[in-house]
């Protein structure tokens, strides 16, 4: 999704962010970490490009569809880097991903879009919560691992394709404004419920984000790092002409 201004300042790694991954990945509680994240970031990255594509059947123009499969196609691509990376670090990706498929298979089923522009907002504002999480993680990783996931969260184009067409909509009837923000509020809330309840379910990632494996995180900057998610959460729906 979009590039978000929430991400915490750039500065000068230390600890494991300033290592590569064979330095690294000698601690086995931090490859057990890693081996978690990059399982959970491969099958979100997956289950994207299943729903993207599965959007495109609701697209109410030709134009539109080739749109949405253009934006599947870059999230696949994104989903065959990770299965290859935890491939070349002697990990079945199956094996890795499997832990996480029934929590965001469970939040896909709960968030299931009723319409194209509920589909859009659940996009933007569902993968970008989710994309927001993963580069603040980022910035505690190794040098490799960190640059492969900062890559594959690139901006495939959906955030400003859902921008224009929800205020195009907005604009063309403004009461439907009020149930896109509405449905927004519920993506934002079934998001953070998810992804708290699936790193407490994973040792290792809650160990990486309350100051173990990934120098530097304690419970305070894990509080920080929410608020930062929630206050870029509220200035998309701003771009969307919704209420947050």
């Known amino acids: 999704m979009e590039t978000p201004d929430n991400a915490a ?81 002697d990990v079945e990706p199956t094996a890795a991903m499997e832990p996480f498929a029934k929590a965001l298979d469970d939040f896909h089923r709960q968030t299931a879009p009723s319409d194209w522009l509920e589909g859009l907002v659940k996009a933007y504002v569902g993968d970008s919560i989710a994309s927001d999480f993963y580069r603040e993680v980022a910035i505690r990783l190794d040098s490799d691992t960190r640059a492969l996931v ?24 403004p009461r439907v404004g009020g149930r896109l923000a509405l449905w927004a509020r519920r993506l934002m809330g079934e998001a953070l419920s998810q992804a708290q309840r699936v790193v407490a379910e994973r040792d290792a990632l809650s160990t990486m984000l309350v100051g173990g494996v990934a120098d530097g995180f304690d419970l305070a900057a894990v509080g920080e790092m929410f608020s930062r998610i929630t206050k870029a959460h509220t200035k998309r729906m701003a771009a969307l002409g919704l209420a947050a």
């Open 9 to 89: 300042a750039t500065e000068e790694p230390t600890g494991i962010a300033a290592l590569d991954w064979a330095g690294a990945s000698a601690d086995p509680q931090y490859r057990a970490a890693v081996v978690d994240l990059l399982g959970a970031l491969a099958y979100g990255e997956l289950a994207a490009f299943e729903r993207l594509a599965e959007d495109a059947k609701l697209a109410p123009t030709l134009a539109d569809k080739a749109e949405l499969a253009k934006m599947a196609s870059a999230e696949f691509h994104h989903f065959e880097q990770l299965r290859g990376r935890l491939a070349a670090i």
């Open 150 to 173: 900062l890559a594959v969260l690139d901006d495939t184009g959906h955030g400003n394709f859902a921008v224009e067409k929800v205020r195009a909509a907005i604009e063309a009837d």
